[in-house]
């Protein structure tokens, strides 16, 4: 990722190399910041939440109870762990239909990092077979978050 530059979040939750060209902005209306290439096939989502010193939740459990909300089943072997500095993270990759006749396709590339006291969801979506044009970089942009005790 040469020529990147670190993006912290705000509220001190969490930071993470952000890949050469793209932006952060803040989400208003759902948290977190969003981080996009202006010529990019989608957009990275993270959003950084406080929990309890002494919790140290499992990211796999965290991500599965996630998914199941979304009526989304994977099996173990669908799931990356990711070994990041001071915590853990379960990534998994997926694709839904926009609508029920069975249009448009979304892909989703949805993680969860935790830390001791802190937990960070990752969520990144483009148009279904747009994905291996930032696969990558999304995914080595993640490897570098680095989560923050809450204060």
């Known amino acids: 990722m040469a020529d990147a530059q670190r ?3 705000p509220e001190g939750g969490f930071d993470l190399v952000l890949p050469a060209g793209w932006t952060a902005e803040p989400n208003a209306e759902e948290g977190g910041v969003e981080l996009s290439h202006p010529d990019g096939a989608g957009i990275l989502h ?13 990211p796999a459990e965290e991500l599965y109870a996630f998914l199941e909300d979304q009526g989304v089943e994977l099996e173990e072997d669908e799931v990356d762990d ?5 915590g853990e993270m379960s990534l998994c990759e ?5 609508d029920e006749e069975g249009g448009d396709e979304t892909f989703w590339m949805v993680g969860v990092a935790t830390a001791p ?10 148009a279904s077979g747009e994905q291996d044009e930032e696969r990558e970089t999304v995914r080595a942009a993640l490897a570098t978050l680095r989560l923050h005790p809450a204060s």
Request: aromatic fraction near 16%; charge should be negative.
């Open 94 to 98: 997926y694709a839904t239909a926009d």
């Open 82 to 86: 990711v070994e990041l500095e001071g």
């Open 117 to 126: 006291g802190r937990l960070v969801f990752a969520t990144y979506f483009c």
């Open 46 to 58: 993270l959003l950084g939440l406080a929990q309890p010193d002494d919790e140290f939740p499992d």
């Open 7 to 9: 993006y912290t979040d």
